[in-house]
């Protein structure tokens, strides 16, 4: 299967308040096609910048076509990095993610996750990484947007699934 890169990024405009993702995927030629580049974003009414960081991911990997890709995932998130590299998500899932924030998205994210071969690495935010920076520039102008969805998973009193 194919190689693939993604690079996310999260923005919240309060925290909680107005917030985007932005993910650019990018995929090198082979097999006689060309290299290609797609870039995603949205934004929404109410959420938290680590909703944000974790949506990129997901509708990332979620638009991949067909399972068994190598991903590689480029994030300046430590609470997605971490979570996923150090595996503590894996023991928040044996938990049934008990007391743990974001209930809907880590159970959409291993979902999907278990579909390919992924691999994070951590990045320094604005540190002049250009995919980081688009994801960036992407993420806040779709939460600076008149175009935003309601985050029906965010919860403001206990962030449970609704």
Known sequence: MAQVTIYTDGAAK???????Y??????????????????LSAGYRLTTNNRMEL?????????????GHEVTVYSDS???VDA????????????????????????RFLRV????RVKFIWVKGHASI?????CDQLAVAAAESG???EDTGYNPEDQTIL
């Open 147 to 149: 175009r935003l969805l």
């Open 113 to 116: 996750y278990r579909r390919h």
């Open 55 to 67: 949506l990129a991911v997901i509708v990332g990997l979620e638009t991949l076509k067909g399972d």
């Open 78 to 80: 430590r609470y997605v």
């Open 22 to 39: 932005g993910a650019v995927m990018l995929a090198p030629a082979g097999a006689g096609l060309p290299p290609h580049r797609k870039e």
């Open 14 to 20: 309060g925290n909680p308040g107005r917030g985007g």
């Open 84 to 107: 996923v590299e150090k595996k503590w998500v894996f023991g928040w899932e044996r938990k049934n993610f008990s007391g743990k924030k974001n209930p809907d998205l880590w159970v």
């Open 130 to 134: 250009p995919e980081n920076e688009r």
